[in-house]
């Protein structure tokens, strides 16, 4: 590889474009900008396919090249329509080109659509290229390369606007596209080489990891979540470069409109969740190879500079090149061969990786312990394996497992036989021992009293378990205020032999104690309260029976309750409350009478830790997940006789026993030795990288507080810049300060005499107002005066007017005068009512003709009714008829009856009266019956005079209620009397009511 400080060209290759508009007064000029020049091509014809064929070209050096990738510098393109005549130009639309696609191997052109174009209807679209020339070459420029080749015919219209890749599991590839148009196989790999300079990513305000914390690389492929091999040091990251590999089959054209809508791939550093630094790799730097796949795959590979996630971290001032994090990787896409058959070796182990040729300088790293499986275990298999995985991947997955879990079960039995020997000591268990089993199980918290939530766990230890580590829940809880929470893997339980009387001696004085521990990620754990648990309670707790596996009968005794928690700091005050459930098991007396004390170092289970103690060998423990060893004694020989005490089996036995235990303890011995040497090495080479590490992070914090004085040097010189100025203007204050208190005397004194002014004026309108007032006050008295003369004289002048007016009053003109006056208004008031009358008269006719058209509707109804009721009743009218001829003719009899017995009455009269001697009152009384032929030969009454009269007062009592204006035609009453009407007219006949209505029409007249 050259050297890095060698010149480079950034070249971009305008070639041609499409969709254009035509314009025959307009030019085409592309105007490139970068790094502040600006680059332009020769004006071209305004037509729909333009040829510009033009390179555009910046001289720059590699480190210019990595600051301009790291800043994301873009190149804008901008294209504008040129008018020669007017000498005017109008954008027609833009280019934006990264930076980060240049590499140095030639690229295919591609095309690059106008953004905010002004041209509407389909988009105009630049052919255009990107790419990086050493500027030593010189390269001379062929014809052929300006020549703009013909675009490949397009399948982006058949195909959906967003394409996914679609994983195939049961054939081991993804599939990007339609299945019909899927053809080729390809392999997409990204490959983590190296990293180097990692340290910088951790700044003085971040805390280095704690110990333990593991660093890895992180990233995504395709939607497949891939880690690293985890490293434990950033000054020096020892892990196998790995390469995950994925195939996808499709065609080259779906290929490269996929990887063209594709982000960028972001790979992350990180610690535990957090992530220290990320860069990006753009995956549409592929798309430029794909069409030569058959020939050299496409690849994107080189060091790329580590982005602090810290946001703080961005401002600080820019490290230098050489001391920047970086990270190798290398991006590459070929085409798979179908032919490739590879054979997996039988017990390969997955974590192998394929080691690309990326990083030269990187030193190979010793082979480590197999790690935990992380995500990219499955897809980081050699190039080879991965060409030969088609529809047995999953098999060939299981298998590899199969094979790495046979490997761990060899490794832990290795472990447990070097672990567990017979020179571990032993304690001797009384014969009266019985074998105890206590568990504990923490339900739940309740009751908080803190007014902020808790991260829980609780902890707690009881040494005559055997065991002096602490038991703790685990994860931790959210215990918030007022709510219950249930505590994960709360449940604990110890197996331990001890005598009866001195377990009830423990249980009466040892409680349990158990804590609240807060546990926050920013903070040190800290203790908030412990609660009691009463032990003695068990003993005297109700016992029951069970049987055991082998038969024997045990005894088992069950509390459970709830405990207060009281505040670590004082013991009144209570925190929350603890429910807890703990039962003791009797198993009987213990069979084994020696059993090894375990290493409590070697204890996966932190509840299984032991320590022995010489004041309680006679309670071993029997620890949780681990049975004792049992070791059997020699079974005492049958006695035959007497014999010699050499040759007895016991002294036989006992020797071989002390020889035994002195090699054992030789043995003992020298395994202890190598694991204090091998101790004294890890020992010596943790605290060689730690003194790295303080080295590294001394030198990085030097240069930090390098730049800090630097940054506090400029920052004095523009404190003292400041204070000059603050000075400057101090001493311009002072100016102005006093130009203020002169002025402002200037205008107290101005504003006193004006004051004195108007008081002054004041005064004088005060004296003038006064003056005025008292003249005033004169005219007022003056005019009251003539008020009461006046009131005075007019008195006097109506007595005299009064005088006059009587001595007026008895003379003949004035009576004559005042009777005209009378004679005046009583005209006055007869014209007003002869103009009343008028009125009354008019009144009456308008109700006269309203009566008439009345009575002609009346007729008319009437005639309508009785010509229905004549064509109905024919028969009953000629009856009718014949009763009224014979009551008329009855009628006239009776009055020419009654004119006789007149006319015979008068003739007696008139005999007696010449009988009889004449007397003064002869004269009226023979003169008073003469009306009486007249009245009787007046106009006889009609028939039927009581239904006549009461048809005429059932009509005028019509009448009468219909002027009051309160009733109408429509009402009950008026209906009911027109009812009444209707039924006297229909007894009485026709003709009696229209004689009847002649009649009252008259009277009305009359009145």
């Known amino acids: 590889m050259a050297s890095r400080s060698e010149q480079l060209l950034v070249v971009v290759s305008v070639l041609e474009g499409r969709h254009f508009p035509k314009s025959k007064r307009h030019s085409l000029v592309v105007l490139a900008k970068f790094d502040g020049e600006q680059l332009s091509t020769d004006p071209v014809e305004h037509r729909e396919h333009p040829h510009f064929s033009t390179e555009l070209a910046w001289e720059l050096d590699r480190r210019m090249l990595h600051q301009h990738r790291l800043h994301r510098t873009p190149i804008k393109l901008q294209c504008f329509a040129v008018d020669s005549s007017e000498k005017s130009r109008d954008c027609v639309g833009y280019v934006i080109l990264d930076l980060r696609c240049a590499q140095e191997v030639p690229q295919e052109s591609r095309w690059f659509p106008l953004l905010s174009s002004k041209y509407t209807g389909q988009r105009p679209a630049l052919l255009l290229s990107l790419a990086l020339e050493n500027d030593s070459q010189h390269p001379v420029a062929s014809p052929e390369r300006f020549k703009a080749r013909r675009a490949p ?120 969740s957090s992530t220290l630094g990320s860069t990006r790799l753009s995956l549409s730097a592929l798309s430029a190879g794909v069409s030569e796949l058959d020939c050299q795959p496409a690849a994107v590979e080189g060091v790329f500079v580590l982005q ?48 690309p040729p990326l990083s030269p300088d990187n030193p190979p790293s010793p082979p480590l312990p197999p790690p935990s499986r992380t995500g990219s275990e499955s897809e980081s298999l050699p190039d080879d394996l991965r060409g030969a995985q088609t529809a047995g991947q999953s098999g060939l997955e299981e298998e590899v497992e199969v094979q790495e879990r046979r490997v761990e079960e060899q490794l832990q039995e290795e472990d447990v036989a070097s672990s567990v ?10 014969a009266s021992a019985h074998h105890y089993c206590f568990s504990l199980n923490l339900h739940k918290l309740k009751h908080l009293h803190l007014h902020h939530p808790l991260s829980a766990v609780l902890r707690y230890s009881y040494p005559f378990f055997g065991s002096t580590a602490p038991i ?32 009830q001696h423990t249980f009466l004085s040892a409680p349990l104690v158990v804590e609240l521990w807060h546990q926050a990620s920013n903070t040190r754990d800290q203790l908030i309260g412990t609660a009691s648990v009463q032990m003695s309670a068990l003993l005297s707790a109700e016992k029951s029976s069970f049987q055991r596996g082998c038969g024997q009968q045990a005894w088992r005794q069950s509390i459970q309750g709830t405990v207060p928690m009281e505040r670590a700091q004082s013991s009144s005050e209570q925190v929350a409350e603890l429910c ?55 079974a005492a020989a049958p006695t035959q006789g007497p014999t010699p005490a050499r040759d007895t089996l016991e002294y036989r036995t006992a020797l071989e026993l002390e020889l035994w235990k002195e090699e054992q303890e030789q043995l003992f011995d020298d395994q202890l030795r190598r694991k204090e040497l091998s101790h004294i090495h890890a020992l010596s080479e943790e605290w060689k990288k730690r003194d790295r590490e303080r080295e590294a992070l001394l030198s990085k914090m030097e240069t930090e507080y390098t730049q800090l004085e630097e940054r506090l040097q400029k920052t004095l010189s523009d404190l003292n810049l400041r204070e000059k100025e603050l000075a400057h203007a101090e001493t311009e204050t002072r100016r102005l300060q006093a130009e203020l208190r002169a002025g402002l005397q200037l205008k107290q004194r101005e504003v006193e005499e004006s004051s004195r002014r108007v008081m002054q004026q004041c005064d004088l309108r005060v004296a003038l107002e006064r003056e005025k007032l008292q003249l005033l006050e004169e005219d007022r008295a003056r005019l009251l005066q003539q008020i009461s003369d006046g009131e005075s004289r007019y008195k006097r002048l109506e007595k005299e007017f009064q005088t006059l007016r009587e001595q007026q009053s008895i003379r003949p003109e004035i009576r004559l005068q005042s009777e005209i006056n009378l004679l005046s208004l009583e005209k006055v008031e007869l014209e007003r009512k002869l103009e009343s009358c008028t009125k009354s008269k008019l009144h009456y006719k308008q109700q006269w003709g309203r009566a008439l058209k009345e009575l002609a509707r009346f007729k008319q109804r009437e005639q309508e009714k009785a010509m229905s009721r004549l064509k109905k009743q024919q028969a009953e009218l000629e009856a009718m008829r014949l009763r009224y001829l014979a009551t008329e003719e009855k009628e006239v009899m009776r009055v020419d009856k009654q004119e006789l017995e007149t006319i015979k009455n008068d003739l007696n009269r008139l005999k007696e009266n010449k009988s009889g001697p004449a007397s003064p009152m002869a004269g009226p009384a023979s003169s008073a019956p003469n009306p009486a032929p007249s009245l009787a030969r007046g106009p006889s009454p009609p028939p039927h005079d009581g239904a006549d009269q009461q048809l005429s007062r059932l009509l005028n009592e019509r009448d ?48």
């Open 153 to 272: 015919p397009r399948q982006s219209d058949l195909l959906p606007q967003n394409l996914e890749a679609v994983l195939i599991q049961d054939q081991g590839f993804h599939q990007i596209g339609p299945t019909e148009l899927c053809t080729d196989m390809f392999v997409l790999s990204v490959t983590v080489a190296f990293a180097t300079k990692l340290e910088q990513l951790v700044t003085s305000t971040r805390r280095l990891p704690v110990e333990g914390s593991e660093f890895f690389f992180y990233y995504s492929l395709l939607g497949n979540d891939i880690s690293s091999q985890p490293f434990h040091s950033l000054l020096s990251p020892a892990f196998e470069p790995e390469r995950a590999s994925i195939r996808i089959r499709t065609n080259k054209q779906i290929l490269r409109s996929y990887l063209d809508q594709q982000p960028e791939l972001q790979i992350h550093l990180c610690c535990g």
């Open 308 to 355: 602090s996630a810290q946001p703080a971290h961005h401002s600080a001032a820019v490290i230098a090149a050489d001391l920047q994090p970086t990270v190798g990787v290398a991006l590459t896409l070929r085409k798979e061969e179908s032919s490739k058959k590879v054979s997996l070796p039988p017990l390969a182990p997955p974590t192998h990786k394929e080691a």
């Open 421 to 430: 020997t017979v020179s571990a000591p032993k304690v001797s268990i009384p």
């Open 472 to 503: 703790v829940t685990d994860p931790p809880v959210q215990f918030h205020r007022n709510k219950e929470v249930f505590l994960p893997q709360s449940h604990c339980a110890f197996n331990f032999a001890a005598l009866p009387q001195q377990l």
């Open 580 to 634: 807890y459930a703990a039962t003791l098991e009797d198993l009987g007396l213990v069979t084994n009478r020696e059993v090894i004390i375990c290493d409590s170092t070697k204890s996966s289970h932190p509840a299984a830790q032991q320590e022995p103690s010489n004041t309680q060998r006679h309670v071993p423990v029997l620890t949780e997940g681990h049975a004792p060893v049992h070791t059997q004694g020699p």
């Open 960 to 1007: 009468s209620l219909l002027r009051t204006g309160l009733y109408s035609h429509h009402n009950h009453i008026i209906t009911e009397l027109n009812r009444r009407i209707q039924q006297v007219m229909d007894a009485s006949g026709v003709r009696v009511q229209i004689c009847n209505l002649q009649q009252t029409l008259w009277h009305r007249e009359t009145l």
